[in-house]
Every structure is written in structure tokens, then in C-alpha cells.
């Protein structure tokens, strides 16, 4: 059996779903799928049962990502586990490089990997915001795995260096991984889950591929949080509780730059 599992959590009708589990049913190593939701709708129970996949309904009356999210994790039966972002795409040997991962690197608390931009059907290897992400990640382009904190929270004081849809968490290792995401953001959860993460006893590991076609369309969560100005809310709390207010006003001048390629 293979312990890994990609979980899909999904919100109302969506649109991306079934293309979402052809594209995970892909994989060269198959792995677990499991949906969970809190808003159940017919069209999501139809595409489970279509494709004999385990449905989870959240009926404890907490809404919004983060509730969402961690409700997803508590499902979850194996060591390790993605929260598969329904309209980006996983090439096809994903799972392959994680297990790989996994076996040489026991302690890791998560596992991340590089991404390509996808806009309509065109890939967008290069922008402002993925060279600010690069360079961020300079200590993981030196060595692939750090476990020390001052590493880890290196490539996240300075900004959100990780592709959250190609994170896989190792669930063995993290204490209480179904409170991981904070129910009080919309945009920044996976920022400051990282950032706690990074506190505690393993390694981060980043694998230097291009595993994950990162979708950016005008109806993603990352777009209508930009347009809204809710993301840079969000972003200048964190920088704040970071690095102080003055400070982190500065920064986000700088970083802001970087979110206009994320706008469609």
C-alpha cells in the first residue's frame, strides 16, 4: 500500500474537479484519494461515486479554508499527505519524487517542489514572483534539506517561498496536523503554518523540479484575494508580527511588486 494520499477538498460546484482526480489518477506510483468537503453538493458526490473515491462531509459548522483544510488532513489515513489545489496540475511523477524523498529524508516534516506558472493552456516558466521565490530559496538551491530553525524560517521571513499546492506533509511527524491551518485567514494560512512548522524538531526538503503547473485564472482564490486587497492585508500582518510595523511596510513595497504577475 502506498502512504501517500492526495486529499481534495472542495467547495460547493467545482468546476476543476473531475479533470483534478483524471490528472492525480495519472501519477507512474498511484496514490490515495480521498474529497472532503463542507459544502456537499450533489455534482461533487456524483464525481465520487463515478470514480469510487471516499467522500467526507465537515458537518461540525466551521467554515472557511483553514476549517476546511485541516478537516482534510484528519481524514487522512497514511504518513503522508497533499492537499491537492483542484485547478492546478501535478505532472505526472509527483508522487514518484515525494516517496523518493521520503525514504532518505525520515525526519522531514514536509516536502516541497518547484513549479511552472499556467495561464489558459500556456506555461509561464519565468515572472517577478517566481525569481523573488527563487531567490528566497537560495539555502535549499545549496542543500535540498535543512532541519535547523534558522534555516527553515530563512526562506520565509522575507516572504512565502513555498508553492503551497506542491507541498506533501509528513503527518508522523507534525503534532496535531488537523489544527495546522489557522481558521482566521484566508490567504496567508499556509505562510504561517510554515512558519510554525519551522519551530519544530525535523527538516524541510525542497526537490529542485518542476512537479506542479500552477493555475492562475481570474476565479482563483489568489487572484479575487488580490483584486479585494484582502492577500496584502494578510501578508503585512504576518510581515509584521515579523519584523515590526515600520519595517514591514517597507517590505511589502517590494513584494507587492511580485503579485501582479498573479493577476489575471
Not at 496535531?176 to 527538516?203: M, Q, R, T, Y
Amino acid at each position: 500500500m502506498i502512504d501517500h494520499t492526495f486529499v481534495i477538498p472542495t467547495y460547493k460546484e467545482s468546476p476543476f474537479l473531475e479533470s483534478c482526480i483524471l490528472n492525480l489518477k495519472k501519477q507512474t506510483i498511484p496514490s490515495n484519494i480521498i474529497i472532503t468537503t463542507s459544502t456537499p453538493t450533489e455534482q461533487t458526490r456524483r464525481v465520487a461515486h463515478k470514480y469510487s473515491i471516499p467522500y467526507f462531509v465537515n458537518n461540525n459548522g466551521k467554515f472557511g479554508i483553514g476549517n476546511d483544510w485541516n478537516f482534510a488532513l484528519s481524514k487522512v489515513k497514511t504518513k503522508l499527505a497533499t492537499i491537492a489545489h483542484q485547478d492546478d496540475i501535478y505532472e505526472d511523477k509527483y508522487t514518484e519524487n515525494i516517496l523518493k524523498a521520503s525514504c532518505k529524508q525520515e525526519n522531514s516534516l514536509l516536502f516541497f517542489t518547484d513549479y511552472n506558472d499556467l495561464i489558459g493552456n500556456e506555461i509561464r516558466s519565468n515572472s517577478l514572483n517566481y525569481f523573488i521565490k527563487k531567490t528566497l530559496l537560495l539555502p535549499f538551491l545549496i542543500k535540498k534539506t535543512h532541519h535547523r530553525h534558522f534555516f527553515k524560517k530563512s526562506i520565509l521571513i522575507f516572504g512565502d517561498a513555498i508553492c503551497c499546492p506542491s507541498v506533501t506533509l509528513n503527518l508522523k511527524n507534525i503534532k496535531e496536523p488537523d489544527s495546522l491551518f489557522s481558521p482566521n485567514h484566508k490567504c496567508v494560512l499556509d505562510w504561517i503554518a510554515w512558519l510554525e512548522l519551522a519551530k519544530e524538531k525535523g527538516s524541510f526538503t525542497f526537490i529542485n523540479k518542476k512537479l506542479i503547473q500552477h493555475r492562475i485564472h481570474e476565479s482563483s482564490e489568489t487572484s479575487v484575494s488580490l483584486n479585494s486587497g484582502v492577500r496584502e492585508q494578510e501578508e503585512f500582518e504576518v510581515f509584521k508580527n515579523i519584523w515590526g510595523k515600520g519595517f514591514a511596510k517597507l517590505l511589502m513595497r517590494f513584494y507587492s511588486f511580485g503579485h501582479k504577475d498573479n493577476i489575471v
